[in-house]
Structures are given as C-alpha cells and as structure tokens.
C-alpha cells in the first residue's frame, strides 16, 4: 500500500480537480481559496465496517464523479472514519456499523481549515434513522 501521506495528498488534488472540472459556478468560485493554506495534521488511520461496503454505490456516481470516488477508495484505509453517535445515545449496533464519516478538510481533517469543511460520508442502503 501506498504511503498514508500520498494517499492523503492524491485525495486532496482529486477533491481540488473534481471542484475545479465539475462545471457548477459556485463551486468554482469556493475551489481557490478551499485549497489555499492547508497546514496538515497527522490523523491515525481508523477503519470503520461500513468502509467496506463502500464500492456498492459506484453504480450510482455521475461520470464527473468516478475519478475522485476511485481516489477515495484507493485512500479509505487511511483515513480517520467515525460515528457521530454511540451505543449510549441509544442506536444499534448494526446501525453504528452502516454507516460512517470522515473529514478531509475542517477543524479535525487532514488538512486544517476553521472556515471550510470537506468529507465523505456513507450511509449504507436501507439505513433507518430514527426519530
């Protein structure tokens, strides 16, 4: 496997690529100044089970969209997936595990931003949320 840090960087140009190249005006005036300054912090990978299922929505994708979802793929054993809820806060474990998030750009990203927020997340099909 590739190196966490070029994983981690290739993510970050197909995400830039993929604002600059989607055609949406107002993601092309967001696309300089989301990638300007970015200091890095070193985010220890962690996995998550819904990680796994990730490649069944690639049918689902816009054409635009395939290049940065394989960059993703190749990059999602690197990255720092989470829950926003627990156990305690009364949800099942099977739902825990049927979904997740990760930040790429923000406050707890890879790359540091305080005005900006950039991440994937994964709700499996079939997932209920409940009230």
């Not at 990059?75 to 949800?91: C, Q, T």
């Not at 890879?110 to 949320?129: A, D």
């Amino acid at each position: 496997m590739e190196n966490i840090l070029v994983l981690q960087d290739k993510l970050l140009s197909a995400i830039k690529d993929f604002t600059k190249d989607y055609g949406n005006a107002a993601l092309h005036s967001l696309s300089k100044p989301l990638f300007e300054n970015l200091d890095r912090i070193e985010v220890s990978p962690r996995h998550h089970p819904a990680i796994n299922s990730l490649s069944e929505m690639e049918h689902l994708l816009l054409p635009e969209a395939r290049s940065l979802f394989q960059t993703l793929m190749d990059a999602s054993l690197v990255l720092a997936w989470r829950n926003s809820y627990s156990i305690e806060d009364g949800f099942g474990q099977e739902y825990l595990d049927r979904y997740a998030w990760c930040d790429i750009i923000g406050p707890h990203g890879v790359f540091i931003s305080h005005q900006y927020r950039i991440g994937f997340g994964y709700w499996r099909k079939g997932l209920f949320y409940p009230a």
